[in-house]
């Protein structure tokens, strides 16, 4: 069981699986973690190759027409974001296991092109604090809210269709405990 193999984190909007991702990138440099190709052009402070691979419209259209994509989305209508199977492949060709953070509709679509990858479902500790994460920033209209809440809900139900659940209580705690279902030794604290 110890080959190298994809784990693809998924979990509902504000679970907080990139601030997971990121603990893991920091402090766990044995797992690669999958960088994603998308259209949007690059804020201050990112770097191609590191946060994004950064291409053009119609490079991403060629990536999608040629498979080459693991998953692809169009996110809130405007930009492009995807998983170039290469990256995937390549890093798990060097023994390393490779984390996939995506949404819902991402892991789906991994799931269909390579089901044997090690899907992994981050949830929230409970669905008040779900509701509070999501309220919280208090930057919407109750209509906006009640979307989210609705899209939360939908994104919730999902859960079965993934290997495991890793409840989001504490990120330290939730980025060890992705890790040893990665198959790699988490670390003591």
Known sequence: ?????????????????????????????????????TTRPPRPGEVEGVHYHFVSSEEFDALVESDQMLEWAHVHGRNRYGTLRRTVIDAMAEGKSVLLEIDLQGARQVKETMPEANFVFLAPPSWEEMVRRL??????????QQQRLETAKLELAAEPEFDHTVVNDNVQRAADELVSLMGLTAHAH
């Open 1 to 37: 069981m110890n080959q190298p193999r994809l784990t693809v984190l998924a979990g509902p909007t504000a679970v907080g699986k990139g601030t997971v991702s990121t603990y893991i990138r920091d402090n766990y440099p044995e797992v690669a973690l999958s960088v994603s190709a």
């Open 135 to 144: 309220v919280g920033r208090g930057t919407e209209t109750a209509e906006e």
